[in-house]
């Protein structure tokens, strides 16, 4: 079964017999299944009140062990969240009284950051909606496809990330 990048391929092995385009193969279908589940995950958080980067952030907290309080260099480390845009997460979540910022014991000029009870509350439901979204984008491989997929996504990403590490 053909799909729009075995198009794509086929219009450059016509204009460009002489390159190899193999790695698009991958690459743009990758690119295409990010996009398609980003729209899906975007609509589950949606049903919640949160974006990914939200939803984040209170899950990286609330899989952290009890009181689920970690600092924002520990929430950058432990997430999928980058320096510029943690404090401005922080603000809207504190704001909406998901999330408390309290002065760090151990370190004055710092601050600890923990999940609310609504907080909790929130990531606790959406999480089982989350999983479900996954579960449905995957239903299509069986268990042990996924988990073979899933393993060779982790070796291309530390092979990625190894070289990308290198570079700087």
């Known amino acids: 079964m053909a799909d729009h990048v075995d198009l794509i391929l086929e219009q450059w092995a016509d204009q460009r017999p002489d390159l190899d385009v193999s790695p ?26 949160l974006d990914g980067a939200s939803f984040d952030v209170l899950a990286t907290l609330r899989r952290s062990a009890p009181p ?6 520990e929430l950058m480390r432990a997430g999928m969240v980058t320096s510029g845009a943690i404090s401005q997460r ?22 600890q950051v923990s999940l609310t009870d609504e907080g909790l509350e929130l990531i606790d439901r959406a999480l089982p909606d989350h999983l479900a979204t996954e579960r449905r984008l995957l239903g299509a491989l069986t268990g042990e496809r996924q988990a073979e997929l899933a393993g060779m996504l982790r070796e291309l990403l530390e092979a990625v990330e190894g070289a990308a590490a290198e570079a700087r």
Do not use: Q, W, Y
Request: proline share 4%; glycine share 12%.
């Open 24 to 49: 698009m193969a991958v690459i743009g279908r990758l690119g295409r299944l990010k996009r398609a589940i980003d729209v899906e995950l975007r609509r589950t958080f949606s049903a919640h009140g």
């Open 68 to 73: 689920h309080r970690l600092t924002p260099t």
């Open 90 to 111: 922080l603000d809207r979540l504190e704001g909406r009284g998901l999330v408390l910022r309290t002065p760090d014991a151990a370190d004055g000029r710092g601050v």
